[in-house]
């Protein structure tokens, strides 16, 4: 298939550095963290949003689907191109901080900007986002985070990414620019509110790049809470420990909070050189030499060796203006906690996660090379045993299938604001890498193992197990974030909702070019 035509035209509006076709290229973009798929004709990397609303234009105007990709470090599909007839845009180019505002307490930022790069820029200034970033965050793109659903650090009190956007830009699928938020006014006004009128911007959330190509996002900041604490408990049961998450989240406890199944924990990468790497960012933090010295001291007598075999634990951080504030809620955690079957224990998970925000992306894969592909569903609180009954109910029968081609999994649990129980079974299986598993993760720590044979035969089982996984939530009528390609969005919609985003689609995408398949919203034929 020759695609001479959209070449040269991506060329005459980007210039020849900006648009590859080598297979390098088109293979890195061809699959993500777990989702194999087609090449594109040409990946293009454009620094502004001009470029990016040309590149479309360019696209569209002769047929091409379009496909937003930031970090690539997703595991649903949501930039897979399922045609040779796409184009791939990188959004690694738009990379600027473009303004930030002491006062207002605003950031604005191009899309392909990552978490780490707006923790680096606020942090001297007393700053931060509410929502502070993923795990990822150190290669997590804005644009790919707000399509995606993106949550963890700060997510228990202030939500995920999706809460703290204030205003959006879009480039559509006939090259246009859409702003939202105050910038949808013809009167240039500051990114200071989001609903003047109806929700422009929220349209544009969660959204998987369906609707456009995000370019620039604008954020409202917080001021840096002066004291953090935090708090570590162990139990027996993942009921009780849901039970205790659950009643902290309520309560307003803790900016995150999350459980780790027993061989969870196990997967965190703690060796000397980071434990000391870790030591030192926590001594930079504590505020202070007195705190300084008791943050060292609790690290050390935590160590890694804290928790009791066979336990799942629970971990949060606290933060707020004063010391006797953090350590009143750490005081309420506590009690909650072993009111519900905990016990206290050394909290070096949560100190260390904090202390190295966005350290690496060594986490892509497991300690010891192997791959993972996670799933997720969103529950109301009351309904937290019932989802994990019910997906210990599924995969009991799968065990003697799982044990023959060595696939296993582990669950991480958390809280999404007050009202939100989120589920995220892990499945892990050794197997040959991905292009961005070699890409991300450090070459030092690639080299600490040997990379795995294929495994044809355990990729497919924890293909069908999350197939087995997505079907279960959408039984129970659970919402998930990171929908993708994976989760059955569109057929869970009733016929009024999907009428109205396919009238939505419609009028922004008419040819369903900008990324077609993501949440179910095919190309039409």
């Given at each position: 298939?020759?695609h001479a035509?959209?070449?040269?035209?991506?060329v005459?509006a980007?210039?020849?550095?900006?648009?590859?076709?080598?297979?390098?290229?088109?293979?890195?973009?061809?699959?993500?963290?777990?989702?194999?798929?087609?090449r594109p004709a040409?990946?293009?990397?454009?620094?502004d949003?001009?470029?990016?609303?040309?590149?479309?234009?360019?696209?569209?105007?002769?047929?091409?689907a379009?496909?937003?990709?930031?970090?690539?470090?997703?595991y649903t599909g949501?930039?897979?191109?399922?045609?040779?007839r796409?184009?791939?845009?990188?959004?690694?180019?738009m990379?600027?901080?473009?303004s930030?505002?002491e006062?207002d307490?605003?950031?604005?930022?191009?899309?392909?900007?990552?978490?780490?790069?707006?923790?680096?820029?606020?942090?001297?200034?007393?700053?931060?986002?509410?929502?502070?970033g993923?795990?990822s965050?150190?290669?997590?793109s804005?644009?790919?985070?707000?399509?995606q659903?993106?949550?963890?650090?700060?997510?228990?009190?202030?939500?995920?990414?999706?809460e703290?956007?204030?205003?959006?830009?879009?480039?559509?699928?006939?090259?246009?620019?859409?702003?939202t938020?105050q910038?949808?006014l013809?009167?240039?006004?500051?990114?200071?509110?989001?609903?003047?009128?109806p929700?422009?911007?929220?349209l544009f959330t969660?959204?998987?790049?369906?609707?456009?190509i995000?370019?620039?996002?604008?954020?409202?900041?917080?001021?840096?809470?002066?004291?953090?604490?935090?708090?570590?408990?162990?139990?027996?049961?993942?009921?009780e420990?849901a039970d205790?998450l659950?009643?902290?989240?309520?309560?307003?406890l803790?900016?995150?909070?999350?459980?780790?199944d027993?061989?969870a924990?196990?997967?965190i990468?703690a060796?000397?050189?980071?434990?000391?790497?870790?030591?030192?960012?926590?001594?930079?933090?504590?505020?202070?030499?007195?705190?300084?010295?008791?943050?060292?001291?609790?690290?050390?007598?935590?160590?890694?060796?804290?928790?009791?075999?066979?336990?799942?634990?629970l971990?949060l951080?606290a933060?707020?203006?004063?010391?006797?504030?953090?350590?009143?809620d750490?005081?309420?955690?506590?009690?909650?906690?072993?009111?519900?079957?905990?016990?206290?224990v050394?909290?070096?998970?949560?100190?260390?996660?904090?202390?190295?925000?966005?350290?690496?992306l060594?986490?892509?894969?497991?300690p010891?090379?192997g791959?993972w592909?996670?799933?997720?569903a969103?529950?109301?609180?009351?309904?937290?045993?019932r989802?994990i009954?019910?997906?210990?109910?599924?995969?009991a029968?799968?065990?003697?299938?799982?044990?023959?081609?060595?696939?296993?999994?582990t669950r991480l649990?958390s809280a999404l604001?007050n009202h939100?129980?989120?589920?995220?079974?892990?499945?892990r299986?050794?197997?040959?890498?991905?292009?961005i598993?070699?890409?991300?993760?450090?070459?030092?720590?690639?080299?600490?193992?040997p990379?795995?044979?294929?495994?044809?035969?355990?990729?497919?089982?924890?293909?069908?197990?999350?197939?087995?996984?997505?079907e279960?939530?959408?039984?129970?009528?659970?919402a998930?974030?990171?929908?993708?390609?994976?989760?059955p969005?569109?057929?869970?919609?009733?016929?009024?909702a999907?009428?109205?985003?396919?009238?939505?689609?419609?009028?922004?995408?008419?040819?369903?070019?900008?990324n077609?398949?993501?949440?179910?919203?095919?190309?039409?034929?």
């Amino acid at each position: 298939m020759s695609h001479a035509d959209v070449l040269t035209a991506l060329v005459a509006a980007l210039g020849a550095e900006a648009v590859r076709t080598d297979a390098d290229a088109l293979d890195f973009v061809a699959s993500d963290v777990h989702v194999n798929a087609r090449r594109p004709a040409a990946v293009v990397r454009p620094v502004d949003a001009q470029g990016v609303a040309a590149a479309v234009a360019a696209a569209t105007s002769r047929g091409y689907a379009v496909l937003p990709r930031g970090g690539g470090l997703s595991y649903t599909g949501g930039y897979a191109p399922q045609s040779e007839r796409s184009i791939t845009i990188d959004m690694g180019g738009m990379n600027r901080i473009l303004s930030i505002s002491e006062q207002d307490l605003t950031i604005t930022v191009q899309a392909g900007v990552t978490w780490k790069q707006i923790q680096d820029a606020l942090k001297p200034l007393g700053l931060r986002l509410p929502f502070i970033g993923t795990f990822s965050g150190a290669g997590a793109s804005v644009g790919g985070g707000l399509g995606q659903g993106a949550l963890f650090f700060g997510s228990a009190r202030y939500g995920s990414a999706a809460e703290v956007v204030l205003g959006i830009e879009i480039a559509l699928a006939d090259g246009s620019l859409l702003r939202t938020g105050q910038g949808s006014l013809a009167v240039e006004s500051k990114p200071i509110l989001r609903t003047f009128g109806p929700d422009l911007t929220g349209l544009f959330t969660h959204d998987c790049g369906m609707f456009g190509i995000k370019t620039e996002a604008s954020f409202r900041l917080i001021r840096t809470p002066s004291e953090t604490g935090f708090a570590s408990f162990a139990f027996r049961t993942i009921e009780e420990a849901a039970d205790a998450l659950s009643e902290i989240a309520r309560a307003d406890l803790a900016e995150e909070v999350y459980i780790l199944d027993p061989s969870a924990a196990g997967t965190i990468d703690a060796d000397a050189a980071t434990m000391a790497k870790t030591a030192v960012s926590v001594a930079r933090g504590a505020g202070g030499a007195i705190k300084a010295v008791k943050a060292l001291a609790s690290l050390a007598k935590g160590g890694m060796d804290f928790i009791p075999e066979g336990h799942f634990s629970l971990h949060l951080t606290a933060a707020g203006r004063t010391p006797g504030a953090v350590e009143a809620d750490l005081a309420e955690a506590h009690r909650i906690a072993t009111e519900a079957g905990g016990f206290a224990v050394a909290p070096t998970i949560p100190r260390v996660a904090r202390a190295e925000l966005f350290a690496n992306l060594n986490g892509i894969l497991g300690p010891d090379g192997g791959r993972w592909a996670a799933l997720n569903a969103k529950v109301a609180h009351s309904d937290a045993r019932r989802l994990i009954a019910a997906f210990d109910e599924m995969i009991a029968p799968w065990q003697a299938e799982m044990d023959k081609h060595g696939v296993h999994y582990t669950r991480l649990v958390s809280a999404l604001a007050n009202h939100c129980f989120s589920f995220e079974p892990v499945f892990r299986w050794r197997d040959t890498l991905n292009p961005i598993h070699r890409q991300a993760a450090e070459p030092g720590f690639l080299a600490s193992f040997p990379e795995a044979a294929a495994n044809p035969e355990a990729r497919a089982l924890v293909d069908t197990l999350r197939r087995e996984t997505v079907e279960l939530f959408r039984r129970l009528g659970a919402a998930s974030n990171q929908i993708g390609r994976t989760y059955p969005y569109r057929e869970a919609l009733t016929p009024e909702a999907d009428a109205l985003l396919s009238s939505i689609k419609q009028a922004l995408d008419p040819q369903g070019l900008i990324n077609p398949g993501v949440l179910g919203f095919a190309r039409p034929s």
